[in-house]
């Protein structure tokens, strides 16, 4: 067999450099959207996209102002700033219509090209089958995504995007704006005084200078409200896995663990998404660890945070005060514990409440839908764009391979110095201008990224995304010899100059290194660091290096099987007999901390990590 002879290439940001590439941005869903324009890619893939409407012929929504012919028509379901209504209104039919009913949305939206709303409208699969397939484009006004069907949008051809980066500073801004009314109590003093009392021994404060503050989540509202704090004489720490050490310097702030960061700070201002992994983050273990008369902020999303937790830590003392603007139920129950607590300062949701921030919104919301009806590149689309439907057969199998190597490298990760480079290897029988990685290197981001963001990766903008967080993918390509009517042979995903949770998985070369293949069209994990495995990329994962010696698949079984939890497949990888090995062990259920701590104790085992897929 010939030596293989890899061939590297580096991606950064893509940015459309013609007609051609502009119009390669709408939806995956096999039904094309209308008009499609047809063009070619170097390796000769054909690629749809929307072209300009045709007029229409359908007659224009009554409260819209008169049509022109030839123009798409944009319904504005909440109202929009007057800066972003102009700017559609130079291209489009515009129709402002608030407060519709979800019957009367449905009536309407068959006469509409594009659909902009709020948080306030819910755009569910109803929406899109009233539509008729006339719809190609949803906008959200704002960040959150939530009020959209996401799948159904995909499904009939509709791209969605929105607006995230406008409301930074004014969300940033409402922080502070908490941090400081709350120390100083000022929200109830004032109904204090207006209820005619002049308390000024009760409402004491606490001052900020030289107070500590820990920031979770340190992106771009964290780092916003980070620079403010330090104007205000605070010491600001910060605790994100996954953020740059390099631009935390550069403002000042020092990147510590979240056990430090819970048992040091004065103040704790909340600024990760909700995701899974963050779901009530701040819970009764996480307050139990806190200092003594801590402050919470919460201005990023309410789920972060065990309310019923926050209410006991509130009447223990543990927390002596908490400022949120947002909560897990909105508006939230007029009964709330939470929110009728003496020592809690709350807002409606006004993180993005400026007239600057909504104007911002405004403009980025309506020059992300003029661009993607007019077929262009939507950096901050949210979903799928389409791929033709031969290349993505083909591939369909390495792209669930790929995101979840994606999804498997990043949770190895450990420490604060965040994610710099990834590098991509795909090795195959093809030419490289047979094989085309777009979708593969996108799927990859998406699943190095998405756990640990509110970001929603795909195609149009997995590129964008990574540059904008600091993270350099480069791909490499392996000439393989064999039948080129399988894409590839393996995908290998490594994560260099970065700590890993499990030792193991750091290759020789230094990096955090995983490997896999599709047998039989199911993906399995084939290599972690140097030790080679089989297993099935299903359900969840636990990896534990070990002693070689007999007994150990069943110590570890027995543990699990104690506990009723489902063991799915195991496979054992070692470097010679008797020396030191992997076991990788399928589970259906998510075992629970004293399972995993029971397996740890196994006096064979060294090190072990579980891990979702």
């Known amino acids: 067999m010939a030596a293989p002879s890899p061939t590297t290439t580096h991606h950064r940001l893509l940015l459309p450099a013609s007609t051609t590439h502009r119009r390669a941005a709408l939806a995956l869903a096999p039904s094309a959207l209308r008009l499609p324009i047809r063009a070619r890619t170097a390796h000769g893939a054909r690629i749809c996209a929307a072209a300009a409407p045709a007029a ?20 504005v379901a909440e109202k929009l700033g007057a800066a972003g209504l102009a700017l559609l209104r130079e291209f489009a039919n515009v129709d402002c219509s608030y407060g519709l009913s979800p019957e009367e949305l449905r009536a309407k939206i068959s006469l509409c090209d594009a659909l902009i709303v709020r948080s306030g409208t819910k755009v569910g699969r109803d929406v899109f089958e009233a539509s008729g397939g006339r719809l190609r484009v949803v906008g959200r006004a704002g960040v959150g995504i939530d009020n959209v069907d996401l799948a159904a949008a995909t499904e009939h051809g509709c791209l969605v ?61 964290g780092s916003e409200v980070a620079r403010r704090a330090k104007g205000l004489g605070m010491h600001v720490i910060a605790h994100d896995p996954y953020a740059s050490a390099d631009r935390a310097r550069a403002i000042g702030v020092e990147l510590v663990s979240m056990e430090e960061a819970m048992t040091t700070a004065d103040f704790i201002s909340l600024h990760m998404p909700l995701t899974p992994a963050t779901n009530k983050m701040l819970n009764d273990e996480t307050f139990a660890k806190m200092k003594k008369g801590v402050r919470i902020i919460n201005v990023a999303r309410g789920g972060v945070i065990d309310e019923d937790a926050l209410v006991r830590a509130l009447d223990a003392g543990i927390v002596a005060q908490a400022a949120l603007d947002v909560f897990t139920k909105e508006p939230p129950a007029a009964d709330s514990k939470l929110v009728l607590h003496e020592n809690v300062t709350v807002t409606p949701h006004l993180g993005a ?20 009806l007019k077929g262009e590149l939507a950096a901050s689309a949210v979903n799928a764009p389409m791929v033709p439907a031969e290349v993505l057969s083909e591939l369909a199998p390495f792209v669930v391979l790929a995101e979840k190597l994606g999804r498997l490298a990043v949770q190895l990760v450990a420490g604060g110095g965040g994610i710099k480079s990834v590098k991509v290897t795909y090795a195959s029988a093809r030419a490289p201008d047979d094989l085309d990685t777009r979708l593969l290197r996108a799927m990859i981001t998406k699943g190095v990224i998405e756990p640990i963001s509110d970001v929603f990766v795909n195609l149009v903008n997995a590129d964008f995304t990574a540059k904008q967080r600091g993270i350099r993918i480069s791909e490499e390509r392996i000439l393989m010899d064999g039948s080129p009517e399988t894409p590839l042979d393996y995908i290998q995903v490594q994560i260099a100059n970065v700590e890993s949770k499990f030792p193991s998985a750091i290759s020789e070369t230094g990096e955090i290194t995983v490997e896999g293949k599709v047998k039989d069209g199911v993906p399995h994990l084939t290599k972690v660091g140097a030790f080679e495995v089989d297993v099935s990329m299903e359900g969840s994962l636990i990896l534990c290096r070990q002693v070689d010696q007999p007994g150990m698949i069943g110590s570890v079984g027995s543990v699990l099987g104690e506990e009723n939890v489902n063991v799915s497949f195991m496979s054992v990888g070692r470097i010679a007999p008797r020396k030191r090995a992997v076991m990788a062990i399928g589970v259906d259920e998510e075992p629970s901390k004293a399972t995993l701590t029971k397996i740890g104790e196994i006096p064979a085992i060294e090190e072990f990590v579980f891990l979702k897929l």
């Open 161 to 221: 995007v929105n607006a995230p980066t406008a409301n930074t500073v004014a969300a940033a801004e409402h922080g502070i704006a908490l941090l400081c009314g709350m120390a100083r109590n000022i929200a109830q003093a004032d109904a204090s005084l207006k209820a005619g009392k002049w308390a000024r021994n009760k409402y004491v404060g606490v001052s900020l200078v030289g107070k500590t503050l820990a920031i979770l989540g340190f992106g771009k509202v």
């Open 56 to 75: 229409s012929t359908a007659s224009p929504p009554s409260s819209a102002a008169v049509a022109v012919e030839g123009k798409p028509t944009v319904l």
């Open 353 to 372: 409440s400026t007239v600057e921030a909504q104007e911002g919104v405004a403009i980025e919301i309506a020059e992300a839908v003029t661009g993607a």
